[in-house]
Structure formats: C-alpha cells, structure tokens
C-alpha cells in the first residue's frame, strides 16, 4: 500500500503518488491496477540504471555487494532434477556459472522481510540462461545470480514460468545441499546472493 511505502521511506503517501508518477513518466516503471492493488514493475531502463549503480559502487568501494536472504527449506515438487539434468540447460550452467549443477534444487520459503530483497533481484540483469526448444516442448529462460549457502557454491534462480511465488526461491549447487549441510524441511538458512 502506498502508506506503507510512505512509511518505510519516511514520508506521506502523497509524495510517494508524486515520486512514482515520476518515475511512470521517465520511464523507469510501470504501474498497473490488479484486484485493486498497484502493481508496479521496473522497466529495462531501470534495469540498466541499477546496474550502474551497483557497478559504480561496486568499482569505488572495491568489494562484492552481496544481497542476505533467510528462509526456511522447504519441499518442493520435485520436478528440480529433470530440469537440471536438461542438456539446454546444464551446459549453459557449466559455462556461465562454472559447475555443473547437483541434478535437484533446493527449495526456500523466504521470512516474510527478505521477500523484497527477492524482488530487487527481478530489476537486475543476473546471469541469463537461455530458452530453448527440444522439437517436441519450449523451455523457458532462466535468471541466476551466483551465490553462497553456509559456504557452498551455489545459484539462485530466478524462473520464467514457475508455480512458486515471490516468496520461494530455488537455489542449485554442485553439492546436493540438503545432505552437504544436513538440511531438513524447517531448517532455516541463509543464502548470500552476489550483485
């Protein structure tokens, strides 16, 4: 809600209307009505935007940003495996994120006051892994931002067409996570995503 935003940036809901009419008319967002909710979207330009940012920042200070996510493990459809195990897919991984990835992902419900750090990941370009097409279905692409969890090597997904909500993350490893951390559903872990 516009006075929630209001209140989190320190400010009245008017001048949140203003600076988000702004930002429509520069082209940096988008803004819908759903249900009677306002949805708003970063454009590409605002994509291109933070990147600089992050990269300007990132060239003075001289070090990684990193953003933390929290969350619970959780179960998932097991559906992970097959892709991962997906030629399209798994080369692209070895290229881009350098492993090969353990053939399942690790699920994550976010704590509810990480899931906007969930969705600045969205706004940003990360690590695209291309669609493909096997003649008989499409797949999606597949955004990847490198990552740690306790240590590990590892990825988060950010999925084209998903059944999970932006509350839920994939995370891939060339370690099975749930054994290489001793993981149950309910375990609680953290995972450090770098910008």
Do not use: W
Not at 1 to 11: E, F, P, V
Not at 65 to 81: A, C, I, M
Not at 156 to 164: D, N, P, Q, Y
Request: aromatic share 10%; with cysteine; net charge positive.
């Amino acid at each position: 809600s516009l006075t929630r935003m209001a209140n989190d940036i320190g400010t009245t809901p008017q001048n949140v209307f203003k600076i988000i009419g702004r930002l429509v008319d520069d082209g940096f967002i988008q803004k819908s009505t759903v249900n009677g909710q306002l949805m708003i979207k970063f454009t590409p330009k605002a994509s291109e935007a933070l990147r600089f940012v992050i990269d300007t920042i990132r060239y003075y200070l001289d070090e990684k940003l990193v953003v933390r996510l929290v969350g619970t493990v959780t179960s998932g459809l097991g559906e992970g495996g097959f892709y991962m195990s997906l030629e399209g897919y798994a080369k692209q991984f070895i290229e881009k994120l350098g492993f090969k990835p353990y053939p399942g992902t690790l699920n994550v419900r976010l704590r509810p006051e990480y899931v906007k750090y969930r969705l600045y990941l969205d706004a940003l370009p990360g690590i695209y892994i291309e669609g493909f097409s096997n003649g008989l279905r499409t797949y999606g692409g597949v955004k990847c931002f490198k990552a740690s969890v306790h240590g590990l090597p590892a990825a988060v997904l950010i999925i084209e067409r998903t059944h999970h909500g932006p509350d839920t993350i994939e995370v891939i490893s060339p370690y099975k996570l749930r054994d290489a951390l001793n993981l149950r559903d309910g375990d609680e872990v953290e995972i450090l995503v770098n910008l």
